[in-house]
């Protein structure tokens, strides 16, 4: 999943692609590098992120959904507005990405369970200015597990069906740095509650403050691709569904070879 941010202030390439024609221009550039889906926001969702009103986040993102989906590509919107994932559905794409799992608008349950699209429900606590704030874990994969669980009662309820559901830990929303490890090293476990599983890691905070340099200081976002890759071929190897990243080429490469390596079989001989 190639993403696609139609925004001034995200995290890492804030502005860089926010007219519809740059925009639309990276999402190709992502499909040429291997991406097999864009997921196109227009809101946000870096620590401490004011919301941004309805009316524009639908201005930022229908222009490129629409002219991305004519070119072809398979288009996610990420959004956790029950308005914008239907005008986006409409307008072409077949997944809504909802980093609220349905707790911000739970509205947006009932336009997934009408329209019949994929849905990735990720945990989440609350929005990007006070989730660092809700990081309180006993154990953070069992809690995420059954946090998790619960989004998926509520998806059920208003009839959606369980082959709509994709499920995301939520790596570094109201989590800090350590407590993402666990959910990368246990990701066979949520593998096994037997849906999809997204794993988004992509020059998130917690890979800069592990590739800090001696004085502590977090490497910047942009130097973060290389650890990025490296958790996309392991999560891969775990069973992930699928990894959203900003850089696909050297994911798509190291999916690869997690592909690869999980499909050997031993043979004996040796093909050095």
Request: aromatic content about 4%; glycine content about 10%; charged content about 25%.
């Amino acid at each position: 999943m190639g993403v696609v941010n139609v925004t001034p202030d995200s995290f890492s390439d804030g502005g860089r692609w926010f007219t519809p024609e740059a925009a639309v221009a990276h999402g190709l550039a992502l499909l040429d590098d291997g991406a097999d889906l864009l997921d196109v926001g227009g809101e946000s969702t870096r620590p401490g992120a004011p919301r941004v009103p309805v009316a524009e986040e639908l201005d930022r993102v229908l222009p490129v959904i629409r002219a991305l989906t004519e070119r072809g590509a398979v288009v996610s919107v990420d959004t956790t507005r029950a308005e914008v994932a239907a005008a986006a559905v409409a307008a072409g794409a077949t997944v809504v990405n909802d980093v609220s799992g349905g707790l911000a608008e739970p509205e947006i349950r009932e336009v997934v369970a009408r329209t019949g699209v994929v849905y990735v429900a990720m945990h989440w606590r609350g929005h990007a200015d006070v989730m660092d704030d809700l990081a309180d874990y006993d154990d953070v994969v069992t809690d995420v597990r059954r946090e998790l669980a619960q989004r998926v009662a509520e998806l059920r309820a208003v009839g959606v069906a369980d082959h709509q559901v994709v499920l995301d830990p939520g790596l570094g929303f109201a989590k800090p740095g350590a407590a993402n490890w666990p959910l990368l090293a246990r990701l066979p476990e949520l593998v096994a509650d037997g849906f999809p599983v997204l794993v988004g890691a992509s020059r998130k905070r917690f890979l800069g403050h592990l590739l800090a340099g001696p004085d502590g200081t977090p490497v910047p976002p942009e130097q973060r691709d290389a650890a990025t890759a490296a958790v996309s071929a392991l999560a891969a190897a775990s069973g992930a569904w699928c990894v959203r990243v900003h850089e696909v080429r050297a994911t798509a490469d190291a999916v690869r070879v997690a592909a690869r390596w999980t499909a050997a079989e031993p043979s004996g001989e040796d093909q050095r």
